[in-house]
């Protein structure tokens, strides 16, 4: 059951994390932009292209997991270019500098988030535990934005420090859990190497029944 599983509340912490960073350009990147002395205008028309590099993102992550040979290690990768986008915002004063790590973390935050899910379906087996554990990352992950929505205040413009410094440790939290849950897994495989476990006298149902306890399923990191 999914429920009882505690890999898929693993998976959700990371869903849960990397939605907070992934709103923040959405929801106040004009903001952001303006802030720093930009006209609406030229803050929409930024924007764009904020969104175009977080479409980017969302689009490249899965073959940079094919690269790296590894769903964890793409996450991973993209939560450390996260977190050097917050650094940058909070360490700088400098407009330029807050405008290029709104688009280093507006490429970079959303690819956990599109490609978490992912990760985590093809990992799990069965008839009800991957849509169980889909509607727990949706309901319980998508809470996500709102610890966002409620930390980039009017009052801490340009530099949104509070916001920023949330962010940020929300990025470092989905690193310190994805790599967890990387060792877990891994982990399982070399237990499962070494027993690979006795199915006899066990009906086709129960077998199945196993899902992605199968001893003979392995978990793809």
């Given at each position: ?47 764009a292209?904020t969104?175009f ?12 997991a ?43 935050s ?26 727990m990352?949706?309901a ?23 916001g ?7 990025t ?20 499962r ?21 199968h001893?003979?399923?392995r978990?793809?990191?």
């Amino acid at each position: 059951m999914a429920l009882l599983d505690f890999k898929v509340w693993l998976w959700t912490a990371i869903d849960f994390c990397a939605n907070a960073a992934t709103q923040v350009n959405g929801m106040f990147g004009p903001s952001i932009i303006e802030s720093h002395g930009y006209s609406p205008q030229t803050a929409q028309a930024l924007t764009a292209l904020t969104n175009f590099m977080a479409f980017s993102g969302m689009a490249s992550i899965a073959y940079t997991a094919r690269i790296l040979r590894g769903s964890s290690t793409a996450i991973a990768l993209s939560n450390i270019l996260t977190i050097c986008g917050f650094l940058l915002a909070l360490c700088s004063s400098n407009p330029s500098v807050h405008i290029l790590a709104l688009f280093v973390f507006s490429f970079a935050s959303p690819q956990p988030a599109a490609h978490g899910p992912a990760w985590q379906m093809c990992n799990l087996q069965g008839n009800t535990k991957p849509a169980m554990a889909a509607a727990m990352a949706s309901a319980f992950g998508g809470l996500g934005p709102l610890a966002t929505a409620f930390v980039y205040r009017d009052e801490d413009r340009p530099q949104y420090t509070r916001g920023h410094l949330v962010c940020l440790l929300m990025t470092v939290a989905c690193f310190v859990v994805t790599l967890v849950l990387r060792r877990v897994l891994a982990k399982e495989n070399r237990r499962r190497d070494l027993d690979c476990g006795d199915l006899e006298g066990m009906s086709d149902e129960q077998v199945q029944d196993l899902a992605d306890n199968h001893p003979h399923f392995r978990y793809r990191l």
